[in-house]
């Protein structure tokens, strides 16, 4: 475009630092600044480095034929699968070991079978992980391959092998406010709950693998709209980060909706962030407690809940 051309051949003398570009295009993110390189700067094998090349302009994806790209394609298509039969596998493995450590206080308040044992029914399910799958198929199908229309965010298309720890930070409390208020909206407008969330909250003792069940659109609208916003409003991302971000956020998603505790919910909760004592809440007063990652947000706006206040939990205040 003209207005990319205009920036690739910049007059003499205008330096660009570190991190003021986050596209193969050469769009700016507020011109030069040193804040902008300390926020953009990623750690790699080697080490720290800045967020792009000297000239801003980020190299191309690799060719559609390419073994880069079918590596890159296998992973979006398949990785997800495979990472939540890992989440299966850690909870079928934990069931007897943390038989102590049950989230609920009532031993007739127990899930039912197929929402403890049901993995291969939660894996199949449209508005489960293949929503996810199919989202990254459309992304991928729409840009590289046709070139129909390009919605690929900027960042996907930054390969560089560095993980960037404060874009990291960026998105996730992106992520969690985009979440949190299209799931105040959920609980709050009677026709979108009915019409999008009510399926999940018939789930009342909620397990690891029943934590996507609900609605396909349920999944379009709390998930995936905000994970692509995430990526389109946060600049400075790369490939590297966006799959960081992407795992930490399955794995944390999977594990808020445990039927036990798990032994880092003491940390996450010391550090603010939502455990599963936390989410636990949401499922027995659906209007409270609506973030999933930060628990200021819920503070902030007075959703929150202490689940030591809930009597259907079980809680280390209570036990001690």
């Known amino acids: 475009s003209g207005q990319a051309r205009r920036f690739r051949t910049r007059p ?10 986050n596209s193969s ?45 079918v590596f890159l394609v ?43 044992y049901g993995w291969r029914a939660a894996l ?4 489960g992980i293949s ?8 992304i991928i199908l729409l840009g590289p391959v046709t070139g129909v229309c390009d919605i690929v965010p900027a960042a996907i298309k930054d390969l560089t092998p560095s993980v960037r720890p404060l874009v990291l930070l960026a998105y996730f409390l992106t992520f969690d406010l985009l979440m949190w208020c299209i799931h ?34 349920d999944t379009c609208l709390l998930i995936i709209v905000p994970f692509h916003l995430t990526q389109v409003f946060v600049p400075c991302g790369n490939f590297v980060t966006v799959f960081a971000f992407a795992s930490i956020s399955l794995w944390h998603l999977h ?18 962030l939502v455990t599963t004592h936390d989410h636990h809440v949401h499922h027995l007063r659906p209007r409270k407690n609506l973030a999933h990652f930060f628990v200021m947000y819920d503070k902030l706006f007075g959703t929150y809940v202490d689940p030591a206040s809930i009597c259907q939990l079980n809680t280390r205040e209570k036990a001690a």
Request: aromatic share 12%.
């Open 255 to 272: 594990m808020i909706h445990s039927e036990f505790e798990h032994p880092w919910d003491p940390v996450l909760h010391r550090l603010g």
């Open 25 to 69: 295009e050469g769009l700016p993110y507020g011109g030069p600044s040193p804040l902008m390189g300390v926020y953009a700067a990623g750690i790699g094998l080697g080490g720290v480095d800045s967020a792009l090349k000297p000239d801003g302009v980020l190299p191309p994806l690799p060719p559609v034929l390419s073994l880069q790209f």
């Open 131 to 138: 929503a996810v799958v199919v989202y990254n198929a459309i």
């Open 12 to 21: 003499p003398g205008l330096a660009l630092g570190p991190g003021a570009m």
């Open 74 to 116: 296998g992973m979006a298509l398949f990785g997800p699968y495979l990472f939540c039969c890992f989440t299966y596998l850690y909870h079928f493995s934990m069931l007897d070991r943390r038989k102590d450590h049950k989230m609920r206080a009532f031993s007739q308040d127990v899930p039912k079978w197929e929402h403890r």
């Open 124 to 127: 199949a399910r449209p508005e």
């Open 184 to 217: 105040f909206c959920q609980h709050n407008w009677a026709w979108l709950y009915h019409h999008t969330h009510d399926q999940h909250h018939l789930i009342k003792t909620p397990t690891i693998v029943v934590a996507l069940t609900g609605y396909l659109p």
